[in-house]
């Protein structure tokens, strides 16, 4: 069955554990951190989210289809690249454009909300979208569970597509 809408959305959600000595990256930014995400890749849990978003709202598949975790190839490999190839590679041969981009990450440690606009900026560029169209939210998950004890970072975003335009 093919999706004949004018729009589709796509719902996104990863969570990694915190763990010395690990980079913190959050949508292809460093933060100032001496803890980060493990993971086989970098572990950017915004860009897995944001990625699984967008592949969800188009319909062909998620993260783990695409970047295997078993390859060897995606073994420490920038999030924000494969956000990248995943956009040039299938989301630009659909008829699907960007609307939209909403997204919550939660962590108790460090605050989003000096990173916002870097972040923000930095997978506007990776999915070729304005900046006006990503929006990200920080949550410190009020000590509650292991995202509010530090010990993971959560991510949820959504994605909402239109049917052709342009890029
Ligand atoms: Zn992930």
Redesign the pocket.
């Known amino acids: 069955m093919i999706n004949t809408s004018k729009y589709s959305i796509g719902l996104g959600r990863?969570i990694?554990a915190l763990v010395p000595g690990r980079r913190f990256m959050l949508g292809g930014v460093q933060l100032e951190a001496d803890f980060g995400e493990d993971?086989h890749s970098d572990?950017d849990?915004l860009c897995?989210a944001v990625l699984d978003a967008v592949m969800g709202a188009v319909g062909i598949g998620d993260i783990g289809e695409l970047f295997p975790p078993d390859d060897p190839s995606s073994k420490d490999e920038s999030s924000l690249e494969m956000l990248k190839l995943c956009v040039y590679t299938t989301l630009k041969l659909s008829p699907w454009r960007i609307a939209n981009i909403d997204s919550v990450v939660s962590c108790a440690a460090p605050s989003i909300l000096p990173y916002r606009k870097a972040i923000q900026k930095s997978l506007a560029e990776a999915l070729g979208i304005q900046e006006t169209k990503i929006f990200v939210k920080g949550k410190s998950g009020n000590g509650i569970g292991d995202v509010g004890q530090g010990k993971a970072v959560e991510a949820i975003a959504v994605c909402l597509m239109e049917r052709g335009g342009s890029w």
């Open positions: 990863d990694h993971g572990g849990v897995h």
